[in-house]
């Protein structure tokens, strides 16, 4: 997203989707900030287009001054922001799973559609929360601690949901054993494509992409096995999983630092508690923001299915997508892996 100031307004525009329909939601998640984080009653601003929203410099400006105080002074308002964001992404998640269900079983409606747009729009409010946080701030009060050795920013954007690309190659990795092993059934190259397919940064929500291909999943797995035994694949993934565990106590070795340092240098408790409070929302940004990825590009998946099946164009509107939607009820949505999701689907 990138803002823009004009006068007395600033215009804020979207980047580049593969759909319409994504447009008008990060417009929608922008416009439900200060309900969801603030919870004011008046939406951020104004459409000027799918893609442009415009809003009150004055107003743009509150928002994002009330938020950036909030983090670095109320430990309190931290916490319930937490605890917030927590309960709008089981909303999302719960949400998608139900439209992914209902898309399996070619059973898709407006209303399934509208409860998942519903819960994406808040959990995309999150998404400018990531944007406020006082960078600037906290490089100030990391500078000003007795350590040995400097204390970064950056040694607090931990996400404690494992990164979508891991996850990914984690997945390829054991594929690629199980093909060394005893070989790759029909089941286990429909279950990689249900379950670890989407989270290829290549994912397109409209046009199929290569991991959504069987014989490209094979193809990767024997390519990925060349020269290698069945132990040296199981190493790399104990080797990416060590990583992960190593980068957790880095990250709570760093805070455990922080508060011994400014223990040391007089900072009474309540100061001591509301900076780490303040740190810890880096991390918590980070995984925000990666789980969060991982529930859309489930969403994109499946609303690609839909349009595919609906042969509709990917820049179609939200209104004209449940316009056919009640129009086609019994259309048969195009899923990759469907038969593999709907058996798991049914038997749930």
Avoid at 197 to 225: F, G, K, M
Wanted: aromatic content about 10%.
């Amino acid at each position: 997203m990138s803002w823009r100031i004009e006068g007395d307004t600033v215009i804020a525009e979207e980047g580049t989707f593969g759909t319409r329909v994504m447009y008008d939601l990060y417009q929608a998640g922008l416009n439900a900030v200060p309900q969801v984080l603030l919870d004011e009653q008046q939406p951020y601003g104004v459409p000027l287009s799918f893609s442009r929203l415009r809003l009150s410099k004055d107003q743009f400006m509150r928002v994002h001054g009330s938020l950036r105080q909030r983090v670095r002074s109320d430990s309190a308002f931290n916490t319930r922001l937490r605890h917030l964001a927590w309960s709008l992404l089981r909303d999302f998640t719960r949400e998608v799973l139900c439209f992914e269900r209902a898309v399996a079983r070619a059973e898709v409606t407006p209303a399934v559609f509208d409860r998942a747009w519903s819960a994406y729009v808040h959990a995309l409010s999150l998404n400018e929360f990531n944007g406020v946080l006082p960078l600037e701030w906290y490089e100030q009060q990391l500078a000003t601690l007795p350590t040995e050795t400097p204390v970064k920013r950056d040694d607090f954007a931990y996400s404690e949901v494992t990164p979508h690309r891991i996850r990914l190659r984690v997945a390829k990795l054991r594929l690629a054993e199980r093909y060394l092993r005893i070989g790759l059934t029909e089941q286990d190259v429909y279950a990689f494509i249900a379950n670890h397919a989407y989270l290829d940064p290549r994912t397109d929500s409209v046009l199929r992409h290569p991991l959504e291909n069987p014989d490209v999943v094979r193809i990767e797995a024997v390519e990925l096995s060349s020269g290698q035994e069945p132990n040296d694949l199981r190493n790399s993934i104990r080797e990416l999983l060590s990583t992960r565990r190593l980068a957790k106590r880095r990250y709570h070795e760093q805070l455990q630092r922080v508060d011994a340092a400014a223990g040391e240098a007089g900072w009474a408790v309540a100061q001591r508690v509301t900076l780490l409070s303040s740190l810890s929302l880096l991390s918590f940004a980070v995984t925000e923001e990666e789980y969060r990825h991982i529930w859309q590009d489930r969403f994109q998946r499946a609303l690609g299915a839909v349009l595919r099946g609906l042969e509709m164009p990917a820049q179609v509107a939200p209104d004209d997508l449940r316009a056919a939607l009640r129009q086609r009820p019994h259309f048969t949505p195009d899923l990759p892996a469907r038969a593999y999701l709907l058996a798991r689907y049914h038997s749930a």
